[in-house]
């Protein structure tokens, strides 16, 4: 089954932040271990419809993307990544501390690691338990 078509996700707005592009130490071979490279983060936020409906056009009625990608940034660069899939974890529990998001469907990818593949990426989509 498609996630998206997941019937826990059909009262939900996606908000996403898509190519988000910044440097990060990450990767285990001696080459990853001299630079930091980019990164693509892509995430979309699934968030109740009653949480981000904003009567009075104001940010703080709904989930504020700015934080979101303020958050991602910093932990991108808080340390060195061995494997996307760690960097992947901590950016999808960013997001799940947010109380109103009730799921997250991230990647990342390096798209300089190979000269014959456009990017390499990890994927993951978790629901709020």
Request: charged share 25%; glycine share 4%; proline share 5%.
């Amino acid at each position: 089954m498609n996630a998206l078509l997941d019937p826990r996700l059909t009262d939900c707005r996606r908000i996403f932040l898509h190519g988000l592009a910044l440097e990060a130490s990450i990767g285990f071979h001696d080459f990853e271990l001299e630079a930091r490279q980019r990164v693509l983060i892509n995430v979309d936020l699934f968030v109740p419809l009653h949480a981000s409906l904003s009567h009075s056009d104001h940010v703080s009625e709904t989930l504020d993307y700015d934080l979101i990608r303020r958050d991602i940034s910093e932990w991108a660069g808080s340390r060195h990544f061995n494997l996307q899939e760690t960097l992947l974890d901590g950016i999808v529990d960013l997001c799940m501390a947010q109380p109103s998001v009730r799921a997250v469907r991230a990647s990342t990818e390096k798209p300089d690691i190979y000269p014959d593949c456009h990017t390499v990426g990890v994927e993951v989509f978790r629901f709020r338990p």
